[in-house]
């Protein structure tokens, strides 16, 4: 069982060239993946973004690769001179109109978008291969980093639901004992209203209709049963080792509508202290989960 929340770093340096690459995720309903790398690698986007997805199933995730050459064949530098001479005849006009005496640098120009462009330079015939290699080398790196991040933070979850369960298997056996004698405790004080009224005999098969139906209606028998089979159907379920978070989320919202029924339908106040209790456990649970693959 993973955490959707990681992170990853790779590094490799092959052929006069360096690529790092760095992933994080938080957590998010869906699978979203977003890669931010130099514009002379976007080629490659899509191979990046297959292998990440081979691991990653869930979660905002973001990727940075960072790109260094140490050869000048890897890049092809080029200055766009109409855009230039549009920018400095735009500055000599503001310069004018407005009196500014400042100068035009070269610090200033070299700023401008598009001034001056980056891109792939006529590389040998090599060159694809060698950074396909190397790129994939410090990506798979951050992967596998990034991937065993998540499964320690996913264990950490894992423990800390596993004991949830427990203190909430503990609630509900407290409940499964009070159970049996609500309605015990409906006929006793039925039977001390009755009697306190002088002018009125208690019936005793009065006593008894109005008691089984009571008995009837709340009856938690049934959801009983169920919060112990899912208790355990959670419990079996984050040792599985493909994503769970969904799986999860669900599991824990039936686990709330059985006990939420246990209290409406127990009309009883020990019942219903026992119900507030395991409710706070599995919000702490549906929490936890928020951050599960």
């Not at 976007?42 to 979660?59: N, Q």
């Not at 060159?127 to 790196?141: F, M, S, V």
């Not at 355990?232 to 769970?244: H, L, T």
């Amino acid at each position: 069982m993973r955490s959707m929340t990681g992170y990853g770093r790779g590094e490799c340096t092959l052929y006069n060239r360096k690529f790092v690459v760095e992933i994080k995720a938080v957590n998010h309903r869906y699978n979203d993946v977003t890669i931010k790398m130099p514009r002379i690698m976007l080629s490659y986007e899509e191979k990046l973004k297959k292998l990440i997805g081979s691991k990653v199933f869930r979660g905002k995730t973001d990727v940075y690769v960072s790109f260094e050459t140490f050869s000048k064949d890897d890049v092809n530098i080029s200055v766009n001179e109409s855009v230039t001479e549009s920018y400095i005849d735009a500055l000599n006009v503001l310069k004018e109109k407005f009196g500014i005496e400042d100068s035009i640098s070269l610090e200033l120009v070299a700023k401008f978008p598009d001034a001056i462009s980056v891109e792939k330079g006529p590389m040998g015939e090599n060159a694809e291969d060698e950074i396909d290699e190397c790129l994939t080398k410090a990506a798979e790196e951050a992967l596998d980093n990034f991937v065993a991040m998540r499964n320690r933070e996913g264990e950490a979850l894992k423990i800390n639901i596993l004991e949830k369960l427990d203190i909430i298997k503990s609630y509900v056996d407290i409940i499964n004992e009070r159970a049996p004698l609500v309605a015990e405790d409906y006929r006793a004080r039925l039977t001390e209203k009755l009697n306190e009224l002088e002018e009125i005999k208690a019936d005793e098969s009065r006593i008894l209709t109005e008691v089984l139906i009571f008995s009837d209606k709340a009856c938690i028998d049934e959801e009983i049963t169920r919060m112990y089979s899912h208790i355990e159907q959670m419990k079996s379920i984050v040792e599985e080792s493909v994503p769970v978070g969904r799986k999860l989320d669900f599991l824990v919202q039936e686990m709330n509508r059985e006990v939420n029924t246990m209290g409406s339908k127990s009309n009883d106040l020990k019942i219903t202290g026992v119900v507030v209790d395991t409710k706070s456990e599995l919000e702490k649970i549906r929490e936890q989960i928020q951050n599960i693959e």
